[in-house]
């Protein structure tokens, strides 16, 4: 098997690693939900060796992401976990400082999103912080013109999925005890949004 390789994880992963390292300075445990291929993991793992860097994904894609993992060869990336968004009620999990996820919220249905951010209000310590990276919208309008023609590509091949808005998510935000903290502009219009448990 080959390990998996995505451009766009190669093109975004300096510019997030740019805010992680002030963002997860006092952090110490850190769940990635959605690690696709592995290559966040392993280059956020070596560039933050102070981080514990969980990797979590459907089965389908662990053996990939253990592939990345092995040839690393580092102490601080665990071994990747089964984790399903749709069975997130399931999952036995330990309480976390900090959770990280990419690109993944506008590939899911909004029930699977509501059930996420249910589960962050139950695993996050107390001040522990949600980080999503990806497009968002404001007040149901579209960053650029990019974003609604990916909008629509994402909706003719599913139609449960689409660019989250920051209205509905900071409602499912309210329901689960977190608050939003930072809405930071990326390149390529994208966003990373911090949340913190109250």
Same mark, same amino acid.
């Given at each position: 098997?080959?390990?998996?390789?995505?451009?766009?994880?190669?093109? #975004?992963?300096?510019?997030?690693?740019?805010?992680?390292?002030?963002l997860?300075?006092?952090?110490?445990?850190v769940?990635?939900?959605? $690690?696709?291929?592995?290559?966040?993991?392993?280059?956020? $793992?070596?560039?933050?060796?102070?981080?514990?860097?969980?990797?979590?994904?459907?089965?389908? #894609?662990?053996?990939?992401?253990?592939?990345?993992r092995?040839?690393?060869?580092?102490?601080?990336?665990?071994?990747?976990?089964?984790?399903?968004?749709?069975?997130?009620?399931?999952?036995?999990?330990?309480?976390?400082?900090?959770?990280?996820?990419?690109?993944?919220?506008?590939?899911?249905?909004?029930?699977?999103?509501e059930?996420?951010?249910?589960?962050?209000?139950?695993?996050?310590?107390?001040?522990?912080?949600?980080?999503?990276?990806?497009?968002?919208n404001? #007040?149901?309008?579209?960053? $650029?013109?990019?974003n609604?023609?990916?909008?629509?590509?994402?909706?003719?091949?599913?139609?449960?999925?689409?660019?989250?808005?920051?209205?509905?998510?900071?409602?499912?935000?309210?329901?689960?005890?977190i608050?939003?903290?930072?809405?930071?502009?990326?390149?390529?219009? #994208?966003r990373?949004?911090?949340w913190?448990?109250?």
């Open positions: 098997m080959n390990k998996p390789f995505y451009e766009s994880c190669e093109e #975004n992963k300096q510019v997030i690693l740019q805010q992680l390292q002030s997860f300075k006092p952090v110490r445990q769940l990635e939900i959605g $690690s696709g291929s592995g290559q966040h993991a392993v280059f956020f $793992s070596q560039q933050m060796a102070h981080l514990q860097w969980q990797p979590s994904d459907l089965q389908e #894609n662990l053996a990939g992401i253990e592939l990345w092995q040839q690393a060869g580092l102490s601080n990336i665990k071994a990747p976990i089964e984790l399903d968004v749709m069975n997130l009620q399931a999952a036995d999990l330990a309480a976390v400082d900090a959770v990280f996820t990419a690109n993944t919220l506008h590939i899911m249905s909004i029930v699977h999103v059930a996420l951010f249910q589960a962050m209000g139950r695993w996050l310590q107390p001040g522990g912080l949600f980080c999503c990276y990806g497009p968002f404001h #007040n149901g309008q579209f960053s $650029s013109d990019s609604a023609r990916f909008d629509q590509w994402l909706k003719q091949r599913d139609a449960v999925s689409g660019i989250r808005d920051l209205s509905e998510l900071s409602k499912f935000a309210e329901q689960a005890g608050g939003l903290k930072e809405d930071i502009e990326m390149p390529v219009n #994208n990373i949004l911090i913190s448990k109250h």
